[in-house]
């Protein structure tokens, strides 16, 4: 039997374990404090490129659908792609009027700041 001390909302209690199917001299390595919360990134304008503004996926997802066509004109502010994460469905909305030449395909995943597409 191990014997730890575990602090729950401010009160300490003092908790023992036994050990099950442990190997005669097996170590067991202390477990490392958790790391300090880290706030998400926020997601950054699209930059003006040469060839375009970019549209920069905000965080890891699904592309689950493309709503425009490929060379199609877009509006400002207009659905062009919709982007699932964690379950959710998210649109990606042009930051621009142009025409739009995306860079991922339906059903591909992305990481954050991937680029999803390019409007010119």
Same mark, same amino acid.
């Given at each position: 039997?191990?014997?730890?001390? $575990? ?7 003092? $908790? ?23 706030? +998400? ?8 490129? +040469? ?10 997802? @699904? ?8 060379? +199609? ?7 062009? @792609?919709? @982007? ?29 700041? +991937? ?6």
């Amino acid at each position: 039997m191990r014997n730890f001390v $575990v602090t729950i909302d401010g009160k300490s209690y003092n $908790v023992g374990v036994e050990e099950v199917g442990a190997q005669a001299g097996a170590s067991v390595a202390p477990v490392a404090p958790p790391a300090a919360p880290v706030a +998400a990134p926020v997601a950054a304008a699209p930059k003006a490129v +040469a060839g375009g503004t970019k549209i920069n996926s905000p965080f890891p997802g @699904l592309i689950k659908n493309l709503l425009v066509a490929e060379g +199609a004109t877009v509006a400002k502010d207009q659905p062009v @792609l919709v @982007l699932e994460a964690m379950k959710m469905d998210n649109e990606i909305t042009a930051p621009c009027d142009g025409k739009i030449s995306f860079a991922v395909a339906k059903g591909a995943n992305v990481e954050s700041e +991937a680029v999803l597409a390019v409007i010119s």
